[in-house]
């Protein structure tokens, strides 16, 4: 039988005799990408955005180095700007894109999701390690919609004194940088950072779980960020869900970090950044060339 008519090319793609997808799969195809910088993005700026992170996995150019029609298909933001829908062109990539949920566009967190009517993706995914392994997706576990809204307030953190001109890819950055010390993280389960909301002198810090938020508040205790010795607490209305975490690890790299006994080498270097076009990205981060930091695109961040 013809490749073409039922698996597809060499990348298993449901495409036609035309080398297109079936428009009868379209749906399970598409994801909603929501929480757009209005005005800024358009439709190349998001199929960049998916190619520059498709580009980093060995897994899609060994499985769509010879694909027919493009990866995207449509992406074209909605008149008002805040959102599109994203068509891919086939359900292993879309079931690969969600995992970009959170990551930073234009400085603000892109949020995906399935069009409504439509469950999670259930096709695989290709291998995210090497994003997950620089610290690129922010949100851990096999399903990207885990982050639960009732459970917010449990993983957020208000850090305050910020020094006037506070980034808060910066503040991402310094803090994924000190998670990363504890000898319980795994790169393999992505930043434990998922967003920082910066007000002015404050800001507030989602992280992936409630016992990483945990595990933060006692090690970002005494942390100077650019000159300025951190306060770091629980959010107003925070409720303790009663669930003990051992947080004595993160105690012991604070003390050791206050005694000014941790190695250089304990800091790794973190590729988290904003994606911005790539003339904007060089014009924010001149030193990184191409729009990259250490060979990968610029990613993660938070609101502005």
């Known amino acids: 039988a013809d490749r073409a008519a039922g698996g597809g090319a060499a990348g298993g ?30 439709e190349a700026i998001l199929k960049d955005f998916f190619m520059q992170l498709f580009n980093q996995l060995p897994t899609y150019h060994a499985r769509y180095g010879q694909m027919r029609c493009p990866a995207i298909l449509r992406a074209q933001p909605h008149p008002d700007g805040k959102f599109a829908f994203v068509e891919f062109a086939d359900e292993t990539l879309c079931a690969t894109a969600i995992r970009f949920n959170r990551i930073s566009l234009c400085g603000r967190p892109i949020l995906l999701q399935p069009p409504t009517g439509m469950g999670p993706p259930t096709a695989e995914p290709l291998d995210l390690t090497p994003l ?12 990207p919609m885990s982050l639960s809204p009732s459970t917010k307030k449990q993983r957020d953190l208000y850090v305050g004194n910020l020094p006037d001109g506070t980034d808060a890819m910066d503040l991402q950055m310094q803090v994924s940088a000190q998670m990363r010390l504890l000898p319980e993280h795994d790169p393999n389960q992505g930043n434990p950072v998922v967003a920082v909301n910066l007000s002015g002198k404050f800001a507030f810090v989602e992280f992936c779980t409630i016992e990483m938020a945990t595990k933060a508040l006692a090690l970002l205790q005494g942390f100077v960020f650019n000159g300025r010795r951190l306060k770091v607490q ?46 904007q990205q060089q014009q924010q981060h001149p030193g990184y060339p191409g729009g990259s930091t250490g060979g990968y695109p610029g990613y993660g961040g938070g609101e502005p």
């Open 13 to 42: 793609l449901p495409v036609t005799h035309g080398g297109m997808p079936n428009a009868a799969t379209k749906k399970a195809r598409e994801l909603y990408a929501g929480n757009l910088a209005v005005g800024v993005v358009t």
């Open 234 to 279: 629980r959010p107003t209305g925070y409720q303790d869900p009663g669930v003990p975490v051992d947080v004595s690890a993160a105690e012991a790299v604070a003390q050791a970090r206050e005694r000014g006994t941790l190695p250089a080498t304990a800091y790794p270097q973190n590729a988290v950044a904003s994606y911005y076009p790539q003339q």
């Open 132 to 143: 997950l392994q620089a610290g690129v997706i922010v949100v851990p576990g096999s399903n």
